[in-house]
């Protein structure tokens, strides 16, 4: 595989601001700019600008620059109250809510005062991000906790947002999304989708996120230097933190059928199919040490049974008994393989007539998962803060997919830790650096339900009664027939370690940020699909393929063919399917926004983004052969 190397020079370039819009940034946290005048307006430098978090008591101060410029950068999310003082000035406040991904401009200006005087503002109406070229749709705490999102499944509130067709963003493929919880990597290495809350039997979500944690969501897209990683967006998820009020919830959803009406393709008088989702937890938070020490937790319980009623056709003894006529007719004896095998179709389905649909499963698909967040919060002093989270879920899912009996549903065990460590420096009034260390592991393993079946006793040998992971059936299929044998092996467990960096330093009307990331991906996949072998029957190889379907049914004649042992298709993978793979890849970035004017702001930078070799620690991925 060759060095893929990508250069993206993101020259956003004289992106005229006049008008309110709404934009974002690359940061998962939020942030406040401004420029502050005298009532002339002057430009007024020196002016103290103090921001304090309503509700955790939290403040960062900075001061304004020869052009009259601050800025605040990466705070925490909240409401805050923005204190603009100046001697001999009028002392200003505002309140307004810093959110997800978002600089929320506030310009002021101060009149003169020979006394100590205060004047509160509303900031409604001024917290516009106009400093930024990339889009974002950020979903607000009420918004998050009120909407009816099937499952309770976060992945969903994607749709809020515009151009968002499922989960393709602007129309670019649906794995072009960057995943992020608090900052840290939240992406399956493998196929590049959200890895908490990836979808498992038939892409329902196997953990899930608890919805109650969720304090924003955003999704943004367009282009910026600290833009990177994927084309498509960038998908915020910002925890809720503790604040100097403990507060809790206790919650309880259920979805049943008798509170929704039945099917309507279900025959007249027919019962409804039951669906029963449990869905129960709590959340705490509250102060370990005022103003500067909290705490948050979650724990969130699923339970879900969905019923099936699965119409299908099964080799029934009154159609063994045909087929068995239709090999007496010519001669041909009866396989003793294929009567031993036909004990891999559940005895209790074996007693209907030789016609179609002649039984119907009402085997039901179960689904649950267990999944809680711990995130504490602390401030060393006004110069250094830390935050971490854990998120860790356990999903089971068992499901109808590929066959209507039980043994052979899928089994989808899942099993999802994320972390992310965030430290905050605010080494001077106009230089901030954020770090990020993120870790993300993911594990899901596929494999039908029932493996408890022998086909070497049956008197099939695959070749796989020595690999104790490969027990089981092979996928047999008879046309015209349910098939058996499921979901074979396959699955895989990616960890990924992430280090982010950013710097922000405001100096006149600049805004200067510089940063890079460090990820290393490992990847251990053990994809064994049809390792047990494929076997398809189709009633083409015996000598009843010419009869007319007036005297054999191509179903009949497909039952033949398997009770004479005649295969119309095999197959079985052989060798190692089993692979150790390793990406590191790094990014490095600057980018420059630059307000001219108070209506004219430039974005300019620069991406350097190198995705790195994807190798095997068990071998090369490609030979290179000379000739």
């Known amino acids: 595989m060759s060095c893929l190397k990508r250069f993206v020079a993101a020259f956003s370039v004289f992106s005229l601001m006049i008008t309110a819009s709404v934009a974002g940034a690359q940061t998962f946290r939020g942030g406040i700019s401004g420029r502050v005048t005298d009532s002339t307006g002057a430009v007024l430098p020196g002016v103290t600008v103090t921001a304090t978090n309503t509700a955790t008591g939290v403040g960062r101060t900075t001061t304004t620059s020869d052009t009259g410029d601050f800025s605040l950068p990466d705070l925490a999310l909240g409401v805050y109250k923005v204190e603009f003082t100046l001697q001999g000035f009028q002392t200003q406040t505002a309140t307004l809510e810093v959110t997800v991904s978002r600089i929320s401009t506030l310009d002021m200006k101060l009149g003169l005062s020979n006394v100590a005087e205060t004047v509160t503002v509303s900031a409604t109406a001024i917290t516009l991000d106009t400093k930024s070229t990339a889009l974002a749709n950020v979903i607000n705490p009420k918004q998050v906790q009120d909407l009816p999102l099937n499952g309770r499944d976060f992945t969903r509130m994607l749709q809020l947002s515009p151009g968002v067709a499922g989960t393709s963003v602007n129309g670019v493929r649906t794995r072009g999304n960057n995943y992020q919880i608090d900052g840290a990597d939240n992406n399956d290495a493998f196929q590049n989708v959200a890895a908490v809350n990836q979808g498992g039997v038939s892409g329902i979500a196997g953990t899930l996120l608890p ?51 039945n099917s309507p393709v279900a025959a007249a008088g027919a019962p409804k199919r039951e669906i029963r989702n ?8 509250g102060p370990i040490a005022r103003n500067k020490t909290f705490y948050f937790s979650t ?31 010519f001669a041909v004896p009866v396989n003793p393989v294929a009567t031993k095998l036909l004990a891999l179709w559940p005895a209790d389905s074996l007693i209907g007539p030789a016609t179609a649909l002649n039984f119907v499963s009402g085997d039901q698909n179960t689904y649950s998962s267990y999944n809680g967040i711990v995130k504490v919060d602390h401030n060393f002093n006004s110069v250094h803060s830390i935050s971490a989270r854990y998120f860790g879920g356990g999903g089971d899912q068992v499901a109808q997919a590929n066959s209507p009996y039980l043994a052979y549903f899928q089994a989808v065990p899942s099993r999802m830790h994320n972390v992310s460590v965030v430290t905050t ?126 005297q054999a049914s191509s179903s009949l004649k497909a039952l033949a063919d398997f009770m004479s042992g005649r295969v119309a298709t095999g197959s079985i993978v052989r060798g190692n399917t089993h692979h150790d793979y390793i990406q590191n890849s790094w990014d490095v970035y600057a980018q420059d926004v630059w307000t001219a004017t108070p209506k004219l702001t430039l974005n300019f930078g620069l991406r350097y983004t190198y995705p790195g070799v994807l190798g095997a620690t068990d071998g090369p991925l490609t030979t290179f052969i000379p000739s």
């Open 211 to 261: 919805i109650e944690a969720i304090d924003q969501f955003s999704v943004q897209s367009g282009g910026e230097a600290e833009n990177g990683r994927n084309a498509g967006s960038t998908i915020n998820l910002v925890m809720k933190s503790g604040t100097n009020s403990a507060k809790g919830s206790v919650y309880y959803f259920n979805r049943h059928e008798a509170l929704a009406a």
């Open 299 to 329: 724990l969130e319980v699923q339970k879900l049974t969905a019923g099936n009623s699965l119409p299908d056709t099964a080799p029934s003894p009154a159609w063994q008994a045909g087929a068995t006529a239709l090999l007496n007719q």
């Open 425 to 550: 420096s605010v080494l001077t009034s106009h230089l901030v650096n954020q770090l990020v260390v993120g870790y993300n592991y993911f594990l899901q393993k596929f494999n039908s339900f029932d493996t408890s079946a022998d086909p070497l006793a049956m008197g099939l040998n695959t070749g796989v009664s020595d690999d104790a992971t490969l027990v089981g059936p092979p996928n047999i299929t008879i046309s015209g027939f349910a098939a058996v044998g499921g979901t074979q092996p396959l699955g895989r467990i990616d960890k990924t370690l992430q280090f982010t960096d950013s710097m922000t330093y405001a100096t006149g009307a600049h805004q200067i940020k510089l940063g890079g990331e460090f990820r290393v991906a490992k990847l251990f996949i053990f994809y064994d699909s049809n390792k047990r072998g494929t076997f398809t029957f189709d009633g083409t190889v015996g000598p009843w393929a010419a009869l007319p379907a007036a």
């Open 278 to 285: 449990n869905q129960y937890g709590f959340s705490l938070g």
